[in-house]
């Protein structure tokens, strides 16, 4: 299976039923003690379109972390697909965020690490880790949902 396959799976299998302030809360703990675990020097970001409900800046992490976590929210928000997912396909195509498409690059960043929160087909929020490796940010995200939607 294709990375493109896996992460699309990935997004079609990682569906909520319901999502709030409350399960905003619940899963940025979750990447937070799993963040811990890892010594992952992060900031954890969960947000929808127009409000901020969960923000963590652990140990390591610098500002420009939190600049990387918006600019992945706003791929995840605008494309309704996971950071990594975009920026497979526009390296498929070979492009990327540009001005071109109407995309500033300080505003959009389209690397690893931001997920589509869905209820059924309807993307609400994105849920963001930004400090490590692309992969590996995207990897924090899918295990901590895996276990939550579980």
């Known amino acids: 299976m294709s990375l493109l396959d896996t992460l699309e799976k990935q997004e079609n299998q ?16 979750a990447l ?21 409900l969960f923000h963590a800046a652990l140990p390591g ?3 420009d972390n939190d600049h990387w976590a918006r600019r992945k929210s706003n791929v995840t928000l605008r494309f309704h ?12 195509k ?6 071109d498409l109407g995309l500033d690059p300080l505003d959009y960043a389209d690397h690893g690490g931001s997920f589509p ?6 993307v609400v929020a994105a849920i ?5 490796k692309s992969q590996e940010d995207h990897d924090m995200i899918v295990k901590v949902l895996e276990e939550y939607l579980a």
């Open 61 to 63: 992490s610098s500002p």
């Open 117 to 122: 929160v869905r209820i059924n087909s309807l």
């Open 94 to 99: 070979d492009r990327g965020i540009t001005p």
């Open 32 to 52: 937070v003690k799993q963040a811990l675990a890892e010594k992952a020097p992060v900031v954890i970001d969960i947000r929808t379109p127009d409000r901020t």
């Open 128 to 132: 963001t880790v930004s400090g490590l």
């Open 14 to 29: 990682l569906i909520f039923k319901t999502f709030n302030e409350i399960t905003a809360v619940q899963i940025g703990q």
């Open 81 to 92: 697909k996971a950071s990594m997912r975009v920026g497979e396909i526009n390296r498929s």
